[in-house]
């Protein structure tokens, strides 16, 4: 069975950073993309970036790039979101998701982690 | 970036019929691939793959829904409504980065 179990969000203050983690189970992890996206209270769904399935892309939209880094360690089967210089705007549950290897289609999400930017 | 526009939301009553629209700013068909995907999400829930490349079942969801479409305008249908599909449906794009969604369409009963 497939999982995606995110961890490490919470309250942080505008301008702090933080780290999210996704650990997969259930699949080969190397043999996949892997997506983090998010949705912000009572909103819709957001992509916030991709990395290729050897870590040696990464993929932003212009919201996040600059400030957020995606990572991987296929070793360990997690993926990572570094946050830094948060603002209130990305207040938002965090998804991981797993890409369907068919292009930019989530076939499996985990169950998200808050994460609030708030002074 | 391709917007996509779904109604807010549906009412339907159980055992009818639903029909959920998806349109995109511009084409998102390449060739013979129609690549729009469909995602219900209930509340307090992660959203679940339903249909990927507008019109093919995802692993383990019913045979009740189904998916059409190319070019700008697709549709998701659930036929019959039951009341587990209480749910707001997601359009998405894959045609051109970033990937979009549309803003949802929230099914509700009559």
């Known amino acids: 069975e497939v999982q995606l179990v995110e961890s490490g969000g919470g309250l942080v203050q505008p301008g702090r950073s933080l780290k999210l983690s996704c650990v997969a189970s259930g699949f080969t992890f190397n043999n996949y993309w892997m997506t983090w996206i998010r949705q912000a209270p009572g909103k819709g769904l957001e992509w916030v970036a991709s990395?290729?399935?050897?870590?040696?892309?990464?993929y932003y939209p212009d919201s996040v790039k600059g400030r957020f880094t995606i990572s991987r360690d296929n070793a360990k089967s997690t993926l990572y979101l570094q946050m830094n210089s948060l603002r209130s705007e990305d207040t938002a549950t965090y998804y991981c998701?797993?890409?369907?290897?068919?292009?930019?289609?989530?076939?499996?999400w985990g169950q998200g982690v808050m994460v609030t930017v708030s002074s | 970036d391709i917007v996509l526009t779904q109604s807010p939301a549906l009412a339907v009553s159980l055992g009818q019929r639903a029909t959920i629209s998806c349109r995109a700013s511009q084409s998102v068909s390449i060739s013979r691939y129609n690549l729009m995907h469909w995602y219900q999400q209930k509340p307090g829930q992660q959203p679940k793959l339903l249909i990927y490349?507008?019109?093919n079942l995802a692993s383990g969801i019913p045979a009740r829904f189904s998916g059409s479409g190319s070019g700008t305008d697709f549709t998701l249908t659930i036929n019959p409504v039951q009341a587990d599909d209480i749910a707001t449906y997601y359009c998405?794009?894959?045609?051109?980065?970033?990937?979009?969604f549309g803003g949802g369409t929230k099914l509700e009963l009559k």
């Open positions: 998701t797993r890409d369907m290897n068919i292009g930019t289609t989530f076939d499996y």
């Open positions: 990395i290729t399935n050897t870590g040696g892309s990464t």
């Open positions: 998405q794009q894959s045609r051109e980065s970033p990937p979009t």
């Open positions: 490349r507008a019109s």
